[in-house]
């Protein structure tokens, strides 16, 4: 079983970014060079489009995806995000018959099977041509700027309640 929650943020100002993604918890772990990757996993519940949304309203953020999947359910779900709204949403999930979009396609769309809805009586291989896949999903994930081998360019934990209300600095 593997699971992989992040978001991936293209920006113009990586120090204004920090300054304003701070107050949403997103800490700095290295430089970048205009995409920014953040590690979500930290939290119980998924946060990535969420946080993508709120990212992406960020003044200098032209887009920020948001990524989730899990290989023993089988689902998964990227999120594109531009000016605070998602603009294309893709749900992958096995037991509920294939794909669920919202919004246009996309060009990085390439690099998944998006593909048609699927009965429960289909045969399994005409289901396995568009049938989407951890590995598919890394595939995506790396296009898009992610680097496995360097980690995340920051990580996010969700500022607690006395940090959002007295500054993060004193808890």
């Known amino acids: 079983m593997a699971t992989f929650c992040g978001v991936i943020c293209e920006v113009s100002d990586e120090v204004a970014f920090y300054a304003k993604a701070a107050a949403l918890g997103v800490r700095r772990l290295r430089e970048a060079k205009g995409t920014i990757t953040i590690d979500t996993s930290a ?19 032209a887009r920020a995806f948001a990524i989730f999947g899990q290989s023993a359910a089988d689902g998964y779900v990227v999120a594109e995000n531009v000016g605070g709204e998602t603009i294309r949403r893709v749900l992958y999930n096995r037991d509920e018959g294939g794909w669920q979009t919202t919004g246009t396609p996309r060009a990085w769309e390439k690099d ?5 809805k699927h009965d429960v009586d289909d045969d399994e291989d005409e289901r396995d041509a568009d049938r989407m896949s951890y590995r598919k999903l890394m595939t995506l994930v790396q296009n898009l700027g992610w680097d496995f081998d360097a980690g995340p360019h920051a990580e996010h934990k969700k500022p607690s309640l006395l940090a959002r209300l007295f500054g993060s600095s004193l808890f």
């Open 43 to 61: 939290a119980f519940i998924d946060p990535s489009e969420k946080l993508a949304r709120e990212l992406s309203a960020i003044e200098g953020v």
């Open 112 to 116: 998944i099977p998006v593909g048609k």
